[in-house]
């Protein structure tokens, strides 16, 4: 054996979204907070998440988590989220896979028929409500940090297609969200590669006509993903809606996307169209789906923002210690832009 790192990795999916948690070989990870720690992740140590999600060992579809040991009093665990172009704040379908291979694996004692946890997330803490049966956790239901709308029914200006509908919306990630009927889409599979491309577009546009700063942290990433939505529609006391994310570098969420999920529900609520303690049925471009609910209301500096619930479901899929050979001509590992519409 001669890997200059070696990684102990279980893999796993929420919904369809691959969320890999690094359960050990990092190493020691500075820092006070989770935050802390992203950003030493990020200015330190980006060459493990370029191993891990670039090519020839990761996808354009990987994400990935580094689980660590939290410093706060009330946390069971924390994680770090990394994605393909940035370190997240918070991932809702991750978080989904986190719970899961920390019960399932038995780095956390699992205790039926339900396991309450608190993990530390880098956007803050996040109570984790997990239904287990026969060693298997059946569902995860994460309350997220409050989301809100930073920008409400505006216009996009957008080469080809004028002024165009907009919300810029915080749940975790910062969404700039559209309706696709009006952009002429349905949200179905045969449509996966235009979406990605328009999605692109959308995000380059806004990201030059709308500002955002969280106001409680300005180091939060700014827009980095479009949201195409469904129609709304209301079956007795729930709600149903398609969605499609575009994350970057434009590829589709397999899941229904937990922190776009939560920007919906934050901008259903400013619309009026979603009270609190109702719950959306949230559909993914693959069919899937989470259970998305406005547990309650709160505010963020001097935004009004709802407390938002989503729960899913998770299966591992691979456990494997993942290396890197001192002679490897692809430390950095790399991109295509066939698949990741960059390269790097
Ligand atoms: O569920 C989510 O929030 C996400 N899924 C992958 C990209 C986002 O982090």
């Given at each position: 054996?001669?890997?200059?790192?070696?990684?102990?990795?279980?893999?796993?999916?929420?919904?369809g979204?691959?969320?890999?948690?690094?359960?050990g070989?990092?190493?020691?990870?500075p820092?006070?907070?989770?935050?802390?720690?992203?950003?030493?992740l990020?200015t330190?140590?980006?060459?493990?998440r370029r191993?891990?999600?670039?090519?020839?060992?990761?996808?354009v579809?990987?994400n990935?988590?580094?689980?660590?040991?939290?410093?706060?009093?009330?946390?069971?665990?924390?994680y770090?989220?990394?994605?393909?172009?940035?370190?997240p704040?918070?991932?809702?379908?991750?978080?989904?896979?986190?719970?899961?291979?920390?019960?399932?694996?038995?780095?956390?004692?699992?205790?039926?028929?339900?396991?309450?946890?608190?993990?530390?997330?880098p956007?803050?803490?996040?109570?984790?409500?997990?239904?287990?049966?026969?060693?298997?956790?059946?569902s995860?239901?994460?309350?997220?940090?409050p989301?809100?709308?930073?920008?409400?029914?505006?216009?996009?200006?957008?080469?080809?297609f004028?002024?165009?509908?907009v919300?810029?919306?915080?749940?975790g990630?910062?969404?700039?969200?559209v309706?696709?009927?009006?952009?002429?889409f349905?949200?179905?599979?045969?449509?996966?590669?235009?979406?990605?491309?328009?999605?692109?577009?959308?995000?380059?546009a806004?990201?030059?006509q709308?500002a955002?700063?969280h106001?409680e942290?300005?180091?939060?990433?700014?827009?980095?993903?479009t949201?195409?939505?469904?129609?709304?529609?209301r079956?007795?006391e729930?709600?149903?809606?398609r969605n499609?994310?575009?994350?970057?570098?434009?590829r589709?969420?397999?899941?229904?996307?937990?922190?776009?999920?939560?920007?919906?529900?934050?901008?259903?609520?400013?619309?009026?169209?979603m009270r609190e303690g109702?719950?959306?049925?949230?559909?993914?471009?693959?069919?899937?789906?989470?259970?998305?609910?406005?547990?309650?209301?709160a505010?963020v500096?001097s935004?009004?923002?709802?407390v938002?619930?989503?729960?899913?479901?998770?299966w591992?899929?691979?456990?494997?210690q993942?290396?890197?050979?001192?002679?490897?001509?692809?430390?950095?590992?790399?991109?295509?832009?066939?698949?990741?519409?960059?390269?790097v």
């Open positions: 054996m001669r890997f200059k790192r070696t990684l102990s990795v279980v893999d796993c999916h929420a919904e979204e691959s969320g890999k948690v690094i359960v070989g990092v190493g020691q990870v820092g006070e907070t989770m935050f802390d720690k992203r950003v030493h990020e330190h140590m980006d060459d493990i191993m891990v999600l670039f090519e020839p060992r990761g996808a579809w990987h990935a988590n580094i689980v660590l040991p939290s410093n706060h009093p009330q946390a069971d665990m924390g770090v989220i990394l994605e393909t172009t940035e370190y704040a918070m991932s809702g379908s991750n978080t989904i896979c986190v719970a899961t291979v920390l019960l399932e694996t038995g780095i956390l004692p699992m205790r039926e028929p339900v396991t309450n946890l608190t993990l530390e997330s956007a803050g803490l996040i109570r984790v409500r997990c239904e287990c049966s026969d060693g298997k956790v059946t995860v239901r994460l309350v997220n940090q989301a809100f709308c930073y920008h409400l029914d505006r216009k996009l200006e957008l080469a080809g004028g002024a165009v509908g919300d810029i919306v915080y749940g990630m910062t969404y700039a969200m309706d696709a009927a009006e952009l002429g349905a949200i179905e599979r045969s449509e996966a590669r235009e979406l990605c491309e328009l999605g692109q577009r959308v995000k380059a806004a990201v030059e709308f955002v700063e106001p942290n300005p180091a939060i990433p700014g827009i980095t993903n949201q195409f939505m469904g129609p709304l529609r079956e007795g729930r709600l149903f809606a499609t994310v575009i994350v970057s570098p434009g589709c969420d397999r899941s229904p996307c937990g922190t776009g999920s939560s920007a919906r529900l934050a901008l259903l609520h400013a619309k009026g169209l109702e719950t959306l049925v949230h559909e993914s471009i693959t069919g899937s789906r989470f259970a998305c609910t406005i547990d309650g209301v505010k500096g935004y009004a923002a709802v938002p619930a989503i729960a899913g479901q998770a591992i899929t691979g456990l494997y993942m290396g890197m050979d001192p002679t490897d001509p692809y430390q950095e590992g790399f991109t295509m832009s066939d698949t990741w519409m960059s390269t």
